[in-house]
């Protein structure tokens, strides 16, 4: 027998029902069955009592918040400046905090960390800020029973990256191409609905609980591309705003605006937005004085210009240095930032001209800038050079600005891999990333860069993938690519088979019947090596997009290649790929500082995941894996449906263990994902045995 997923109803009639992804109550059954202490003051030690209490309610367990104590609490919750703590064990805890984690450092446990232990039979969570405290509890919860069995010797816990961010690319208005949401799979907006905001507060304080559980601190409530209705934001529907704000601040989750840099212009009347106007200025300082009299925690303004036919400052001949000072400097005197992106390009290239090069823009036109930009300007810098294809190297930009505060962006929403239709779970591609060593071995990391010196990065941010759907992300599988970009942002170095496992014991094993083990294996089989499945099916080694113009789902091989999007394979009889070398290509790869201009510029030396996004080779040509380009297309994509396959037999297995309608859900979206993975390997092994007339090594049924 199974049981659903608890979930829950909002309070207002006729508003959304929503799957409790990972927080069923259940995953609170070992905190909330026994007595909890409470100690400190604060809106988010608020939301903390709030928490314990209803998990007591239902578990049987008990709550003290100040006096009269009970001391035998086996759980203290506590901010270290709260004062004494009525529990012997906690109270030498809290007296010995600061020696108990000297070896991690200065002992301070900053705005958001926390001290966690167990110590003659009582955790103790110790924070300095009422943040500290929530993600405190948090952790307790992720541990479920471990928490309470043996020692735990002190330790801290701080976020590697003080800025953890999902944009949403959420319309107001139901935009004629774009619709609710640009880029969503999972039906409509959480904030907007055909042009108005939703107030469906229930829904979206559950959406900051899931946040706060795995660590994210920061939204965008409105997309990029900041149509009309969406640039009132910032001014006669900056209620909207400050009303999603105020429901989320409990859980710690500040927000942030896009904006038009045309805003003076369309909003306020002005003949000009030039960044170097007075009036310019002027204008914007009162619009940002007064979102902070109605937001005063507002986080700051998201900025993409001079991109995709966004107005910019380049229109007035000024550069986007200009442009994002402009803003920095009306949000500076109140502790906001402007995000500014780095995703600027030619989209309107000519196919034949092949001195152009897409992947070149961001660092021709910002890598100069470095160090012309305010404190207060973050740089958002697409991880890849390109458009977030399932396989890209890292943007040489996040190695060419040191005296710039870089964030690095992802995509959580799958626009290129699989739109929540396919599996594809992406901790191990960011994690990749996150690791890379942009100088080779001797240097530091993406994460180092996005953490920035002394926490001043811009940190990590991701396009969200959730809506109004009942399971937040369409397929429920993909809630897991929302829980690790948050763990990610938290701890760059988690290993992604350890996120996934939080995941499903959070998610899935305190409501699965049976056999939980079974359920977690299966989970593991289908999603671990998910990704690679997906590039094996797709576009081969690195080349990307081959998708189909417009929604970008399913395969299209010469979809893009005569268009004015700069994304082309430049296939014929001979070979395939781009040359971007500086030999006799692009010279993208003298973007790169060494080992990897070296290494990316060498055929020889390339990684084959690389190959064709570095170089035009003939199919013939031999990788280090010992096939042939061509060999390796058709084995690839041979194999990758026949993983598919396997992963639709194994969710069969879990038929029983699971919600119904989850199940449901996931069966139909592998079937789609089979299907599609067929039509991917059935039209690139046709196109490229029709292109080079080499036949398969093994014989197989190609069209
Ligand atoms: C929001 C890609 C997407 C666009 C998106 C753009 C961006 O081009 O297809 O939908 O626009 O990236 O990141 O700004």
Redesign the pocket.
């Known amino acids: 027998m199974s049981v659903p997923v608890t979930g829950r109803a909002s309070a207002h009639a006729g508003k959304s029902i929503w799957h409790a992804a990972w927080l069923p109550p259940a995953a609170f059954r070992e905190l909330g069955s026994r007595p909890v202490l409470v100690h400190g003051e604060g809106l988010l030690v608020d939301t903390v009592l709030d928490e314990v209490s209803r998990a007591c309610a239902r578990y049987g367990g008990r709550v003290w918040h100040g006096p009269p104590w009970q001391v035998d609490a086996d759980l203290v919750l506590a901010l270290r400046e709260a004062g004494r703590v009525p529990n012997v064990a906690a109270e030498s805890a809290r007296l010995g905090a600061t020696p108990a984690v000297n070896g991690a450092g200065d002992g301070a446990l900053g705005d958001e960390g926390y001290l966690l232990a167990r110590v003659d039979g009582v955790t103790v969570v110790l924070a300095d800020a009422p943040a500290g405290l929530l993600y405190g509890m948090f952790h307790v919860v992720r541990l479920g029973a471990a928490a309470f069995d043996d020692e735990l010797p002190a330790r801290r816990h701080r976020p590697a990256l003080d800025r953890r961010m999902l944009d949403h690319?959420d319309n107001v208005d139901v935009h004629p191409v774009?619709g609710q949401v640009?880029?969503g799979y999972a039906g409509g907006s959480l904030f907007w609905r055909d042009g108005a905001a939703r107030h469906d507060h229930a829904r979206l304080r559950d959406y900051g609980r899931l946040l706060a559980a795995c660590g994210v601190n920061a939204i965008t409530v409105n997309?990029?591309?900041v149509h009309d209705t969406e640039a009132r934001l910032l001014t006669d529907r900056l209620g909207d705003v400050a009303e999603i704000a105020q429901v989320l601040r409990p859980y710690g989750v500040r927000v942030h605006l896009s904006v038009s840099f045309a805003a003076p212009v369309v909003l306020g009347g002005l003949p000009t937005a030039d960044p170097l106007d007075d009036r310019v200025r002027a204008w914007w300082a009162a619009a940002t004085r007064r979102v902070y009299q109605r937001i005063p925690d507002f986080g700051g303004y998201l900025v993409?210009a001079d991109?995709?036919g966004r107005p910019g400052p380049f229109a007035y001949g000024r550069d986007h240095a200009d442009g994002a000072n402009l803003l920095a400097e009306a949000l500076a005197p109140h502790g906001g930032v402007v995000r500014w992106?780095a995703?600027v390009y030619d989209h309107r290239q000519d196919w034949r001209d092949r001195s152009t090069d897409r992947a070149r823009a961001a660092h021709d036109h910002f890598a100069p800038l470095d160090g012309r930009f305010d404190d207060n300007v973050i740089l958002q810098v697409?991880f890849g050079p390109i458009?977030?294809q399932p396989r890209e190297p890292v943007s040489p930009v996040l190695a060419a600005m040191p005296a710039t505060r870089l964030a690095v962006e992802l995509q959580a929403t799958q626009?290129y891999t699989g739109q929540q239709r396919h599996v594809c779970y992406l901790g191990p591609w960011w994690s990749e990333v996150l690791r890379f060593r942009p100088r080779g071995e001797a240097g530091g990391t993406i994460a180092d860069v996005a953490a920035g010196r002394a926490g001043a990065g811009g940190g990590l941010v991701a396009?969200a993938n959730v809506g109004d759907d009942p399971f937040w992300t369409a397929h429920p599988l993909a809630q897991a690519n929302l829980y690790a970009f948050g763990r990610l942002a938290w701890d760059p170095l988690l290993v992604p088979g350890a996120i996934l496992d939080e995941w499903i014991d959070l998610t899935w094993l305190p409501v699965a019947t049976g056999d939980p083990e079974t359920v977690r294996r299966t989970m593991h089989a289908i999603m671990d090596d998910s990704w690679r499945t997906y590039e094996r099916y797709t576009a081969p080694l690195g080349v990307g997009f081959m998708v189909r113009p417009g929604h970008?789902y399913g395969p299209d091989v010469d979809g893009y290649e005569y268009t004015p999007w700069g994304t082309y394979h430049f296939a014929d009889r001979d070979g395939v790929g781009v040359d971007r070398t500086r030999a006799t290509g692009t010279g993208f790869t003298g973007q790169y500082p060494p080992p990897w201009s070296e290494v990316y510029e060498s055929r020889e030396r390339c990684p084959d995941e690389l190959l064709l996004f570095f170089h035009h080779v003939p199919y013939r040509h031999v990788l280090h894996s010992g096939r042939t380009v061509i060999q390796h297309i058709y084995d690839t994509h041979f194999a990758g449906v026949e993983e598919v396959a396997a992963m639709r037999e194994r969710w069969r297995l879990v038929a029983g263990a699971v919600d119904p309608a989850v199940h449901d859900r996931v069966a139909e979206r592998l079937d789609e994902q089979f299907r599609s993975a067929v039509e991917w390997r059935d039209q690139i092994n046709t196109y490229f045995f029709r292109k080079s007339g080499v036949p398969d090594a093994h014989g197989r049924r190609i069209h």
């Open positions: 690319w774009s640009e880029r997309n990029v591309n993409k991109s995709e992106r995703f697409k458009d977030f626009e396009v970008h």
